[in-house]
C-alpha cells in the first residue's frame, strides 16, 4: 500500500502472522495471519489494532491508493504484531456498554452486537441522523455482546453504578465520558424533557463529564370529588400546566373524579403552592440575618382586614382586604409580571408579581387588571382595581406572599397596618 492508505468496505487484506488471537480468529479465516474486514473497518484502524503501520499492511497486501477495503476482505498482517481484536470486544464494559473508537458507526456497532440498528439507538436516545462520538459509551441491549478474558476478570463497575444506583431508580447521576441526555434519558425511564427542565438545560441540552444531574421520577394521585386543576396545583405546589402536560391533557381540560394522574417531581418542590403563584421556584440565597427586620413589601391598598392569614384544616394563604370597588391596587415591591388574567377557580382576575429570590405576590378578585405578562412594575404603581370577581365575599382584594412557593404570613413582611 502507499500513503494516504485508504481502503475500502468489504476489502479483504491478507494477514501474515502465527499468533493470532482467539477474538481475531473469530473473525478470520482457518488461514493464521488472516484478518477478515468487519464492517465500518478502515485500514488505519486496523493497523492499530495489529500493532502495525498503514504503510506495512498496504504494502502486505498489494494495496494501492485510496486503499479501499471490502467487507469480508482477507488481510494479511505482516510480523509478529500482537493479535487484532474486534472493537466490541476489546472495549465492551462488563455491564453491557460499548466505547465508541474512531473511525466506528452505529450501524457497524449494531451488526458486531447482533443488535438491530433502532434497537441500539433507542436505548441510547440517539436521534436521526445517529451521529456517535470517539470515546462515547453505549449501552448495548441484551446479553449477546462478547467479553474478552481481561474483561471477564475486571472488578471494577461503571462510575455511574457506584456512586447513584442502577439508573432505573437513581435520583442523582453522574455523566461520564461519551454520555448524553438522551442516553441517560432512555436508561433512566424518564422523558429528556423532564430532565433537561429540571436541571436548567438549555437547547442542544449539552451535558459535561462529572456534571450531577437530578433524576425526577414522578408519583401518582387519584382526583377526588370537588378536586380542581388548581387544587391539585395548590396541593403540589406545581405549575397545573406541567400537571396537565404529563398527562397529555390541555390546560384548561376539566378534572374528573377517580381519574388517575402522574404528578411529576420538581426539586426541592415545595408544600404548597399554585401553578401561577410559583411558575419556577428559585432556592433563596442564603442571608446573614438583619439586625433589625425591615418591611419587605408595601400594602397594596387600605383598608380592613376581613380574614386574615391561617394555617391548618382552615387554611387561609393570604389577606383579604375590603375597599371600595374601583380602588387602585399597587405593586407591593418592583419585579415582573408573571401572570395577568383570569383563574377561575378561585380568584377571578388575578395578578402575580415575581420580586426575584424566590418571592412572590398575588393579587386576586380584581374587577380589572391594568398590566400585562412580562410587564416590569415598581413598587406602588398600579396593577388593578378592587374588585368582587371570583369567590370573592364583597369587594375586596385577596393578597398573598409566597417564598419559594410556600405561601408566608402577609403581616410579617409588612409595615404595621396602615
Partial sequence: MEPPYVVRI??????????VGSESRARASATAGVHVVAPGETLNGIANRAGVSSAALAEANGLKPPFPLRVGQKLTLPGQAAPVTTPTASRQDRAGFHIVEPGETLSGIANRTGVASATLAEANGIEPPYIIRAGQKLAIPGENAPRTASRVIETRQPAATAASGSPETESVHVVEAGETLGGIAARAKVPRVLIAEANGLQPPFIVRVGQKL??????RYTVASGDTGFSIAMK??????????????????????GQDLLIP????????????FNPSPVPKAAQAPAPAKMPRF???VSGPIRR???TGSDYHDGLDIQAAKGTMVRAAATGT??????????????????HGDGWYTAYGFLSRITVKEGAKVAAGERIGLVGDTGLAKGNELH???RQDGKPVDPLDELPKAP
Avoid: C
Wanted: glycine fraction near 10%.
Fill in 337 to 354: 409580571v408573571k401572570f395577568a388574567g383570569k383563574e377561575k377557580e378561585q380568584f377571578g382576575n388575578l395578578v402575580v408579581i415575581d
Fill in 298 to 300: 408595601g400594602w397594596p
Fill in 399 to 401: 393578597f398573598e406572599v
Fill in 214 to 219: 437530578q433524576i425526577p421520577r414522578t408519583r
Fill in 236 to 257: 403540589y405546589g406545581m405549575p397545573w400546566e406541567q400537571i396537565a402536560l404529563a398527562n397529555g391533557m390541555e390546560a384548561d381540560a376539566p378534572v374528573k373524579a
Fill in 10 to 19: 468489504g476489502e479483504k487484506l491478507a494477514i501474515p502472522r502465527d499468533n
Fill in 265 to 276: 417531581t420538581l426539586l426541592n418542590p415545595p408544600q404548597t403552592g399554585a401553578s401561577k
Fill in 308 to 310: 386574615g392569614y391561617a
